[in-house]
Nanobody, 122 residues
Framework: VQLQASGGGLVQAGGSLRLSCVSS????????MGWFRQAPGKEREFVAA????????FYGDSVKGRFTISRENAKNTVYLQMNSLKPEDTAVYYC????????????????WGQGTEVTVSS
């Protein structure tokens, strides 16, 4: 399985970006998916997750109310709509496929892909 994240870039504080992650896997519609981010010198941080059906979504405390995760199984794609961006959102954003355990820990995910860089200027 390969995951291709895209949509990152440079944006001013208060702006928006929409990230996409396309999976090459044949079982995407059966996979719970998540977004994590990693800033330089920091650990990978949970951002959001969505169950296979899209019925249940989960968010990290720092992004609740600003970010929205969604998916389109017909396109093997999961999205992350990011609004009201802050400088502290600056990081490389990765999508992953959950393979075990709860949705919050990076160690429960696999097939990260190369990530997409988001830079928020103040």
């Amino acid at each position: 399985v390969q995951l291709q994240a895209s949509g990152g870039g440079l944006v001013q504080a208060g702006g928006s970006l929409r990230l996409s992650c396309v999976s090459s896997g044949r079982t995407f519609s059966y996979d719970d998916m998540g977004w994590f981010r990693q800033a330089p010198g920091k650990e990978r941080e949970f951002v959001a997750a969505i169950t296979r059906s899209g019925y249940s979504v989960f968010y990290g405390d720092s992004v609740k109310g600003r970010f929205t995760i969604s998916r389109e199984n017909a396109k093997n794609t999961v999205y992350l709509q990011m609004n009201s961006l802050k400088p502290e959102d600056t990081a490389v954003y990765y999508c992953g496929k959950r393979i075990r355990g709860n949705v919050y820990h990076a160690t429960n995910y696999h097939y990260w892909g190369q990530g997409t860089e988001v830079t928020v200027s103040s």
